[in-house]
């Protein structure tokens, strides 16, 4: 099974950790080998210079007495015969055994090495130039050697970069941490606040950081979701106390009358009491269908929203139409909207029929455009709204005096609808002032 860390965090701080071990890894190897060679190549310019001086002198015959030593015991200079004896040395090297058993050939006089003595932590290593003076059976060799730093022999200079590769990486792997985290702290809040957010408390909002990142872009999504979610939810709880309270009464009449019916069979006309329990059912089916729209309108998102001509949309509506009353129209062409043409048709619709319920002998449908906005007005010559009733008539099963009372027929649900699907589209409902009568004007947004 595969274990790995469960947090972002920790993941990022681990990514960071090995990416930077290797990276420093692969630094500190280059490092390792270019200080070796540096030193190494110092070291062997020095003493090629004095094994080449001692072996000239000796080739020309002009090396007198012990060799002279111009480095203060740095450099150890050998002279020694076939066999292994030390002819001559620099004071430092004439008790030494001969710094080394190789011994070069005639056809390659010169030959550069190292040579290591002893078992850790006392190694010794030398970098060794060692010359034939000739091409002779019994020539002479001088061996020049340079003793390398013990932290290139002991192991310390690999330790060290360990070290600081282990530190740099670690170093890494915290400010990872501590970034990692400075930029995840707004979502751990945003996670926090909801865990805490239940359907019974949907008005809290997550904490929103200011700017344009991802985090805040994330924090304004899901307040966004938040707010269509507590709109959902008070639709539903809407629904359910609607259905509750409207649906009461229209269903005990019912039942009264058909328990009635049934206890006394002698006493009713059977056709009487059929056609009102139609009559009740219908317009129960009627508030079902209207609270289920009212449900539903502005929770399906702008995805089926398209464009749509709403002069034609006014015209199909008002010829489909058998008014008793005088229509009278003054629609501007092309006018197109964005929305769903469905509920925009039932918007138009209900607009209509509240005008020829309330308006005494004329309605009047007017369309322009003007502003990036279009405005549709349904106006009636009826008794009008008053002014402090003008945002009640969109509220649900709203009872006003009796001229406009929701007995006069329907379900007390359309201008409640009618104002949603507004909404819903982007757009504005309101009563505005009128001479006579009520003036419904409707306001969207052009395409």
């Known amino acids: 099974m595969r274990v790995r860390p469960r947090s972002i965090r920790a993941r990022d701080t681990l990514v960071a950790a090995v990416i930077a071990a290797l990276v420093l890894g692969v630094t500190a190897i280059g490092a390792d080998y270019a200080v070796r060679s540096a030193v190494k190549a110092d070291l062997l310019r020095e003493t090629q210079v004095d094994a080449r001086r001692v072996s000239g002198a000796v080739r020309d015959g002009t090396l007198e007495g012990p060799i002279r030593d111009d480095s203060r015991g740095r450099v150890l200079v050998q002279v020694v015969e076939p066999g292994g004896r030390v002819a001559n040395a620099t004071p430092a090297a004439t008790d030494m055994p001969p710094v080394s058993r190789l011994w070069p050939s005639s056809n390659l006089r010169v030959r550069d090495f190292t040579t290591c003595h002893g078992s850790w932590p006392g190694r010794e290593c030398f970098v060794v130039e060692a010359i034939r003076v000739s091409t002779a059976a019994d020539s002479v060799v001088v061996y020049a050697a340079n003793r390398q730093p013990s932290y290139l022999v002991n192991g310390l200079l690999e330790a060290v970069l360990a070290v600081a590769v282990l530190l740099l990486a670690g170093f890494a792997a915290w400010v990872t941490w501590r970034v990692v985290g400075r930029t995840l702290g707004p979502v751990e809040a945003i996670r926090a606040q909801l865990a805490e957010i239940s359907a019974t408390d949907l008005s809290r909002r997550v904490p929103q950081p200011a700017g344009e990142d991802e985090i805040a872009q994330l924090a304004r999504t899901a307040n966004e979701t938040l707010d269509r979610l507590e709109r959902a939810v008070g639709r539903q709880r809407q629904f359910a106390s609607d259905a509750s309270h409207e649906l009461r009464t229209p269903i005990a009449g019912l039942r009264a009358n058909l328990e009635d019916a049934t206890m006394h069979p002698e006493d009713n006309d059977l056709r009487a009491v059929v056609a009102s329990a139609l009559r009740d059912t219908d317009r129960l089916e009627s508030i079902v269908t209207d609270l289920l729209l ?139 002032d009128n001479p006579s009568g009520a003036r419904f004007a409707l306001r969207l947004p052009l395409e």
Request: without cysteine; hydrophobic residues 40%.
């Open 294 to 432: 009212l449900a539903r309108i502005g929770t399906g998102g702008t995805a089926s929203q398209r464009p749509v001509d709403l002069s034609e949309l006014a015209d199909a509506e008002i010829r489909r139409r058998a008014f008793t009353l005088k229509i009278d129209t003054e629609i501007a062409r092309g006018v197109t909207v964005r929305g769903v043409r469905m509920q925009l048709v039932r918007l138009l619709g209900n607009l209509l029929d509240n005008a020829e319920r309330y308006a005494d002998t004329r309605i009047t449908v007017e369309l322009s455009a003007a502003d990036g906005v279009a405005l549709l007005t349904v106006t009636d010559d009826g008794v009008g709204i008053a002014p402090a009733d003008r945002e009640r008539v969109f509220e649900r099963f709203t009872r006003l005096d009796t001229a406009r009372s929701r007995d006069a027929g329907g379900t007390g649900l359309g201008l409640a609808i009618a104002r949603e699907i507004a909404q819903a589209q982007g757009g504005t409902l309101t009563v505005e």
